[in-house]
């Protein structure tokens, strides 16, 4: 991994920490919350779409087939993640949430030939850091339970899991199509690509929730009032695109998925400080495995 990557994904970390915890603090975390914060996204990039020079029509059926499925994803996640916050706390559902893609995004990669294979080294990191994760949410080490991890309590975390496994795979693969074609900077480019996902990602999301007959129009209406979206929107939009931008400075996008787990520390030590939730010795011990495993990965 380059500097310019770490430095990049570092940025991200902290906004990815600053957006989900303001998820978690909002009274009734909900799907409309999260599709308007999306919605408001796409708006904040919309001048990025209208200056790039990117000949959308000349993108072959494969980008998308890229695109519909990342957006589908994203809606999983978003499931996943609303439902989890809703259950559990914020030092259960973060860190298991990113634990999971840190195994399942290798295998995607490897089972499909996507990049380059990771060394023996960076996939050991990798199982650190998903076995760090997964003892963070413990109560005792002695305890050490999978009971936990099966219950009815863990499936919308689980979900969350493949959401992000989807949607980050698919995104390496459109990004790459649309820098192929695209006239503009890097920068400019990725920020158009990102616009017309974050669009894709509220109308799926809308249309998920009119399918199901979830919320509805009343309190879609009442999130738009609200400055918690806005703020959610403009933190998640700019994490993720920071992101986007450091795909093009690593050899396999499996990299960028276990680096990124450095939010799970600052994850945890906002709900400890912030939401007063307790400070367990698993949750020490799986801080420390995950900077390890991460210092494996990125060497």
């Given at each position: 991994?380059?500097t310019?990557?770490?430095l990049l ?6 906004l ?29 990039l ?7 020079k ?11 087939v890229?695109?519909?499925?990342s957006?589908?994803f ?9 439902k989890?916050?809703?259950?559990n ?6 860190p ?13 990669t ?13 996939l050991?990191?990798?199982?650190i ?8 949410p413990q ?12 219950s ?7 979900v ?7 949607y ?20 400019l ?28 129009w ?10 918690a ?9 700019m994490?993720?695109?920071?992101v986007?931008?450091?795909?093009g400075y ?14 799970l520390p ?16 698993p949750?020490?011990?799986?801080t420390?495995m ?10």
């Amino acid at each position: 991994m380059t500097t310019t990557a770490f430095l990049l994904i570092l940025a991200s970390v902290a906004l990815h920490v600053g957006w989900n915890f303001l998820c978690k603090v909002n009274k009734e975390p909900s799907l409309s919350f999260y599709c308007v914060a999306n919605f408001i996204a796409g708006v904040a990039l919309l001048p990025l779409l209208l200056m790039a020079k990117i000949d959308w029509f000349s993108l072959g059926w494969r980008f998308w087939v890229f695109l519909f499925f990342s957006d589908f994803f994203e809606m999983i996640y978003a499931v996943g993640l609303f439902k989890g916050y809703g259950r559990n706390d914020i030092s259960l559902v973060y860190p298991i949430a990113r634990a999971l893609p840190t195994l399942l995004i290798p295998a995607v990669t490897l089972i499909f030939g996507i990049g380059r294979t990771p060394t023996t080294l960076a996939l050991i990191g990798m199982a650190i850091v998903a076995a760090g994760c997964i003892i963070m949410p413990q109560r005792k080490i002695t305890d050490l339970s999978w009971k936990l991890l099966v219950s009815p309590a863990m499936i919308p975390i689980f979900v969350a899991a493949i959401g992000t496994t989807g949607y980050t795979v698919m995104d390496n693969l459109a990004t790459e199509n649309v820098l192929s074609i695209s006239l503009s900077s890097k920068v400019l480019s990725l920020g158009a690509y990102l616009c017309v996902v974050q669009f894709g990602i509220a109308l799926f999301i809308l249309l998920y929730m009119l399918a199901f007959r979830i919320e509805g129009w009343r309190v879609l209406k009442a999130n738009f009032k609200q400055p918690a979206p806005y703020l959610v929107g403009i933190f998640s939009f700019m994490a993720y695109f920071l992101v986007l931008g450091a795909m093009g400075y690593v050899t396999n996008v499996s990299y960028l998925q276990a680096f990124r787990q450095m939010s799970l520390p600052l994850g945890v030590l906002a709900g400890i400080y912030f939401l007063k939730e307790s400070y367990t010795m698993p949750k020490a011990i799986g801080t420390i495995m995950v900077v390890i495993g991460l210092i494996l990965t990125v060497v």
